[in-house]
Every structure is written in C-alpha cells, then in structure tokens.
C-alpha cells in the first residue's frame, strides 16, 4: 500500500510518517512537501534511509509538481500540506488562500484524473468559527473568522463538492489544537516553553481567557489511522479530545511544570478576530472504536520533556526569518 503524505515535512506530518513506518511493516510512504519555513526535513532524519519512505520536493498549488507526485500511484492521499498560523494569516492571507484552497482544488483534480482509494483531508474545528458553550458536530454550518480557517473552510467545502459531483473518495476531518513534538515554535505551547528554557516572558494574547482542546500527536495519529481504515468514503469525522483549557489555565501549568514564576506572563493586544472557545463532539469517530489516551497534564510534561531534550532542533527556527515576523506581529503593542 502506498500513502502519500502531503505536508509530511511539517509538525504533524512528520509524527504521521513515524507512526505509520512504526506501525505497518509493509508500507510505503511518500513525503510531498513545498519546504515552507514550517516544513523541516530534521524532522525525518531518522527514517530518511529506511527504503519504505520517500522524499519528494513540490508544492500542492502547482499541477506539474502533483502530476509528478500522482506517478507514485498512492492508494490513499493524507492532505496534511497547509499554511497553519493564524497569525500570518492575519498579517498576509495570500499564502494560504493559494495553499489551502488552490492546493486542495489541484489535488483534487489529479485525483479526478488518476484516481486514489481515499482522499484525506486534514482540516480542523477553525471552520466552524468560535462557540461560547457546546460542542460542534459535523453537521455544523461552517462560519469561519480568520483568514486561515476561510481558506482551510474553501479546501474542505471543494473536497464536499468533489465527492458530490464527481464521486471522489474523499473524507474531511476536523480537529482540535495539536500538541506534541517537532511543532514550530510560533504556535502558543512550544513558544512559551523555549521562550521560558530562553528566559523570556510568554506573551499571552488578551485577557487570556480564549478557551482550546489539545490532542497529543499519538492519540492524534492514531485517530487518521482509524478513519483511513474503518471510516466512510464522503463522510466527515470530528477530532476531539475534551482536553479543555483557558489559555492562562495552560500558562499557568507551563509555567508551574518548568518551576517558573507567574511575573514572566506579559499580557499583550489581543489577535484580530480572537475566536474565544473551539470545542468538537467526536461521538462520531468513537464509535470507529477510536478514544485519546492522552490527557493535558500527561501531553504537556511529554511535550516540556521533548522540547528540553532537542534544543538544537528548535533553536535555530527562532531567529532570523523567525524574528522578523515576531516583531511585526508585537509591533504596536
Ligand atoms: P505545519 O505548519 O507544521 O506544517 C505544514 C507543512 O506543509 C510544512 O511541512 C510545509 O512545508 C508544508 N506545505 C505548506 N505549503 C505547502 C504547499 N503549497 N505544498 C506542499 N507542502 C506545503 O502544520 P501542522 O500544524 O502540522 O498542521 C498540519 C495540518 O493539520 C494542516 O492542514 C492544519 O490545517 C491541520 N490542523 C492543525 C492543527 C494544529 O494545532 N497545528 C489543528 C487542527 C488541524
Ligand atoms: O484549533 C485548531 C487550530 O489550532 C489549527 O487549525 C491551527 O493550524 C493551529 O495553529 C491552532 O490555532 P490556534 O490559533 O488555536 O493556535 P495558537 O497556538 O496560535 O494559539 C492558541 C491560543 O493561544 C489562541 O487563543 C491564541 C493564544 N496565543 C497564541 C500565541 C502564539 C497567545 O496567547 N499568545 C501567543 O503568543
């Protein structure tokens, strides 16, 4: 069987590739992935010999490089391939609209063309937009409020509309936030562990009180690995957790697990659009027979552990290119 990872390069796709090489001998897994400032081939270093895995270089937005990628004759597609930060969302929409849309679309349509057992695409709860109390089903109208969860909405609407028209055998799945390791550390977790391991405060956005549902990578895998095998072809599946935290309930727990003191919170302006609370009902995926075994504590101390172990991994992603976009970001604040 061969899979083809889209984005298999970034935080998420990376960990996809190790669980599916650890748990299916007889695999073969290709990597496509555009090398953004996300994607990062170290993630990879340890199984870039092994002869079930391959690398190919190429952006999802471009027909000749999925035209090239489609020879590989996958069996099942995983759409991992996305711009993922809100917060470049918001400071430049571009990249994700033509990633995250067109990127969809052309995938799509060398599927159309060349055909594929499953088309997973790899979306989260963003879509939904934000819900003070409750959960999003499936069902659930789509009101994103961000660049970036329009332009992931725009993918997964096309996948719907793709499965209806052309019979596409497409699944769309939402999830909640990720936690675990090789995630870049723009995102809220890793960046406030390494800025602590750095000595510097973590900036939390507003009054602090936004509400996210983690899942650790394992759990998370496991949850793809369970709708690639047992789920229904032009379903949609939720990924959940009810790992629930405020984001100062989080601070507050990093900061107690690396023994730091609350004076390094700095509040700062609140992110445009600020969805307050994200929350998914996952009754659908469970009864696959899949549940999470991570709870937040058990996530976040093997999360800390990872990111104390791999300084060199992540120290080099936080300057340059990395630096800039932080200081447009804090600019006015
Ligand atoms: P990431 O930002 O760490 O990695 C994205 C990867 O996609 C990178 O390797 C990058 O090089 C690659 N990529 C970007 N544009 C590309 C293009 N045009 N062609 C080919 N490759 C391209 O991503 P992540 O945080 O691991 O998220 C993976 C997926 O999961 C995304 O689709 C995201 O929307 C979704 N998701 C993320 C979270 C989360 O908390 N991070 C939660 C729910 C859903
Ligand atoms: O919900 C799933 C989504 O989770 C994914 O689709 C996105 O790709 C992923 O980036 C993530 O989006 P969030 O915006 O929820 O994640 P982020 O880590 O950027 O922020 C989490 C919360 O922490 C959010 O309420 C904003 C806040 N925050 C974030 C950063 C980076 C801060 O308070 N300070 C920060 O410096």
Known sequence: MTILVTGGAGFMGSN?????LKTYQDVRVVNF???????????????????RYSFIK????NEGDVERVFQTKPDVVVNFAAETHVDRSILDPKAFIMTDVLGSYTLLEAIK???????????????????EKGK????????????????????DHLCRAYFRTYGTPVIVTHSVNFIGPY?????????????????KKVPLYGDGLNVREYIYTEDYCRAIDTIMTKGEIGEVYN????????????TKKILAAMSTSEDMIEYVKDRLGHDRRYSLDWSKLAKLGWKPEYDLDRALEATIEWYKANESWWKPLKSGEYLEYYKKQYQNS
């Open 16 to 20: 996809f590739i190790h669980y599916l």
């Open 136 to 155: 999003f089903t499936e069902e659930s109208p789509f009101e994103p409020n961000s660049p970036y969860s329009a332009s992931k909405a725009g993918g």
């Open 58 to 61: 190429g952006d999802i937005a």
């Open 183 to 199: 995630q870049y550390p723009e995102k809220v977790i890793p960046l406030f562990i390494t800025n602590l391991m750095e000595g």
């Open 33 to 51: 992935d555009k090398l953004t400032y996300a994607g990062n081939l170290e993630n990879l270093r340890d199984v870039e010999r092994d002869k």
């Open 239 to 250: 990924i959940g957790s009810g790992n629930e935290i405020t984001n100062l309930e989080l």
């Open 113 to 131: 063309k060349h055909g594929t057992g499953k088309f997973i695409q790899i979306s989260t709860d963003e879509v939904f937009g934000s819900i």
